[in-house]
């Protein structure tokens, strides 16, 4: 009886996970699973079952959350806005020049430098992003 109990408990603590997300549930129902299989097994008393459920635990919290946590807890960042311009390229509308210059870039017109200021790009040449300089972005024709 004390087994289905256990596997009763680890159900609903694995399925109320779903709405935490901090895999804390997770580990304790997957302890109590455990619990439940070594309990129909073995047929341990109440304490029995309180140790094996402790130490599966334990080991669940101190090895396999931390590796997960790692793995799924934090999305990769995703560049967004002025971020993610850099490496992308864009059209010169006027003549880029160390203190002067247009590009079209993503649709938008944006003010532009060279990257060496001694280079000078003429209209109509492609360019790459190296960086975003406030509201300049900074360019390179490449090799």
Known sequence: MAAI???IAGIVLAAAE????DL????????????AGISAAADLPLWGDALVFAAVSGVLFLGVRPVLRRRFGTPPPLPTNADALPGKSGLVLEEVAA????????G?????????PADVYEAGVTVYVMKIDGAT????KGP
């Not at 779903?18 to 997300?21: E, S, Y």
């Not at 938008?108 to 060496?116: G, H, I, Q």
């Open 5 to 7: 109990l256990w596997l």
């Open 18 to 21: 779903m709405l935490t997300g």
């Open 24 to 35: 804390t549930l997770l580990m304790l129902g997957v302890a109590a699973l455990g619990t």
């Open 99 to 106: 203190h002067s210059g247009r590009i079209k870039l993503d």
């Open 108 to 116: 938008e017109v944006w003010t532009a430098r060279p990257l060496d």
């Open 137 to 140: 972005a900074v360019v390179w």
